[in-house]
């Protein structure tokens, strides 16, 4: 028998093997998506109205790139993946017992302590997930033998847009996707938890909450994925367009529908992608805990 593990580290150990196991799984999804965003407005093609369809994006992808073009950039997104997890659980984790002993929010309903806990810990994380999707959208975007390696991809990106522009280049709406999103993730995934129908579903009940608490999350900020994306998808040398510039061109040239472009393979994503994540996360608690 081995000692319990104290419950902020084990939830910081089980959200970054979750996070890790869980972005290599979808990662294929999510190529699909940002592709979709940038093959637009990102290539050269500013006068298409309409974006591309999901199947056309893979053909594409299989004639110029193979199998491994969905997969550009997976290396640093699992490891990343797995620091932003760990970070994401252990902070809401932490927030919710540092609630408990602040007499402020000691007061407040659990449904309203566990929503600020975890829009707390979607505001964390942008600043460790900005720079480390910078370098997944470059190599996702880029033609195939553009960037070696994750690597040399960060390094030309700091070579021309310095290291503050690789680190906070996108971040507004990042902060702007993961904070609101966080706290919807967590919150659900919390009340699904503790539904009969899904407790009785045994192991398996984090795989159906995880899917469902991913999807739920990713819709209300998709188009600022969007518009991170359209900000992101560029080494750097110009000036960082504003938000709001950034939604407006978005909009002149592409329409309401320019805000939803790849939201297909972002659902099959966020489905996969968080039903495996807190699948794992559930099991290494339970392990650790045990």
Known sequence: MHMAVPPALASLLAGSLGGAVGVGAAFPFDTLKTKAQVYAFG???????????????????????????????????????????????????????????????????????LTCAALFSGFVTSFLVNPIERIKI???????????????????IIGSDGMKGFLFRGLGPTILRETPSYGIYFVIYSQLMNQQVLQDLGIFAPLVAGA???????????????????????????????????????????????????????????????????????????FLNS
């Open 43 to 113: 290539q050269g093609k500013e006068n298409q109205k309409e974006g591309i369809g999901m199947l056309e994006i893979m053909v594409q992808i299989l004639k110029n790139e193979g199998l491994g073009g969905f997969y550009g950039g997976v290396s640093t997104m699992m490891v990343g993946q797995a620091f932003i997890k760990a970070v994401a659980f252990s902070a809401n984790s932490a927030a919710l017992d540092a609630e408990k002993m602040t007499s402020s929010f000691a007061s407040l309903s659990p449904l309203a302590q």
């Open 138 to 156: 470059m190599c996702q975007a880029a033609e195939k033998g553009t960037y070696s390696s994750e690597l040399e991809c960060a390094r030309t």
């Open 212 to 286: 469902v608490s991913g999807c739920a999350c990713w819709l209300p900020v998709y188009p600022m994925d969007v518009i991170k994306t359209t900000i992101q998808n560029t080494e750097g040398r110009s000036r960082a367009p504003t938000t709001f510039e950034t939604a407006c061109d978005l909009y002149t040239r592409g329409g309401i529908g320019v805000f939803f472009d790849g939201i297909e393979s972002k659902m099959l994503r966020a489905a996969t992608n968080h039903a495996v994540t807190f699948f794992v996360y559930d099991a290494v608690m339970k």
